[in-house]
């Protein structure tokens, strides 16, 4: 940055710098003129010059509608009062194995048969892994992509600039009129995109404020690392970007594992407080009857009392 003499002689000052994993602009000063402050990414190919404006969430705004969002599957939507309510973030927060993405991807699955759109971006899985998964639990992922009702982009190591991917999450809700956009994996984000180093809650928390901007609804998953035993509803602190915080879990039950599910905290409307039962099968996910009889699971030690007649 020229030094405050020659930034007294000049009308404008743009500075470009070679950061870590990407290189950014910001203007620092612009006599007579309004800038957009910050950090933005900047890249320089043999086809010229290209800059990705940070996301300034306050800069976008549409008629919120608030209605329901239906899963398909009734029971998972008794948990939820009805759905999931638009324009909110949700995080779907579990340790691996237990549905989180196969979760999210219901939703996606239901909104495809309205018509609507949505869109995937998967930080931690492979396209064919994703895709074989999806079809063996009866969610159509490749028609829902061939009749244009989801979108999935899978986003390497590296791959691209926080600025480049909030991008691509307006090019997927101003262009192409996704009304579900889904995170999958949180680590994922944090490790992969350039230039999100200790900031990550932060840009997440970004994209979660314009999606609620554009009324649109967001789904995150959230990998906790304990598969069983102390209960954490979300890892590294995330739990207050989420409007609504869907928790999934292991419990052993006479030596076999199974899973439940149930809602943790819904800012916008009352919520099942039950656990439920949940099973992934070839036809999709099958959600049961509460478990009032299984206590311990915010304790770490889930236990299951037997019903005496």
């Known amino acids: 940055m020229p030094d405050d003499d020659l930034q007294f002689l000049v009308d404008a000052v743009i500075n470009m710098v070679e950061e870590p994993g990407r290189r950014t602009i910001h203007v620092s000063k612009f006599r007579g003129s309004s800038v957009r402050r910050g950090h933005h990414t900047l890249q320089i190919t043999g086809d010229g010059m290209r800059v990705w404006p940070q996301l300034d969430p306050n800069r976008h705004e549409r008629t919120r509608s608030t209605v329901k969002l239906s899963s398909g599957?009734?029971?998972?939507?008794?948990?939820?009062?009805?759905g999931l309510t638009s324009g909110t973030i949700t995080f779907l927060s579990g340790p691996t194995g237990v549905g989180k993405t196969t979760t999210g991807l219901q939703f996606m699955?239901?909104?495809?048969?309205?018509?609507?759109?949505?869109?995937?971006?998967?930080?931690?899985?492979?396209?064919?892994?994703?895709?074989?998964?999806?079809?063996?639990?009866?969610?159509?992922?490749?028609?829902?992509?061939?009749r244009e009702t989801l979108n999935v982009e899978v986003i390497g190591p590296d791959e691209l600039t926080i600025d480049e991917f909030a991008h691509h999450v307006r090019t997927e809700v101003e262009d192409n009129g996704s009304e579900i956009v889904m995170i999958d994996g949180t680590?994922?984000?944090e490790q992969s995109l350039r230039g999100v180093g200790t900031q990550a809650m932060q840009d997440?928390?970004?994209i979660g404020r314009y999606l609620r901007n554009m009324d649109v609804t967001g789904l995150v998953t959230n990998e906790v690392h304990n598969?069983?035993?102390?209960?954490r509803a979300t890892e590294q602190g995330m739990s207050y970007l989420a409007d609504s915080i869907v928790v999934l879990r292991h419990v052993e039950y006479k030596g076999s594992l199974r899973k439940v599910i149930g809602v943790l905290k819904m800012r916008t409307s009352e919520f099942e407080n039950q656990l439920r039962?949940?099973?992934?099968?070839?036809?999709?996910?099958?959600?049961?009857e509460?478990?009032?009889?299984?206590?311990?699971?915010?304790?770490?030690t889930p236990t299951w009392e037997e019903k005496i007649d």
Do not use: C
């Open 204 to 206: 997440l928390g970004k």
């Open 227 to 231: 598969i069983t035993g102390q209960f």
């Open 187 to 189: 680590s994922g984000f």
């Open 109 to 146: 699955k239901e909104t495809a048969g309205r018509g609507q759109r949505s869109v995937l971006y998967s930080f931690e899985e492979d396209r064919q892994t994703l895709f074989e998964r999806a079809e063996a639990v009866n969610i159509p992922i490749t028609d829902m992509i061939d």
């Open 290 to 300: 509460s478990l009032p009889e299984l206590r311990g699971i915010l304790t770490g």
């Open 73 to 82: 599957v009734p029971e998972l939507d008794s948990l939820l009062s009805g």
């Open 277 to 288: 039962e949940l099973e992934i099968t070839e036809h999709g996910l099958r959600v049961g």
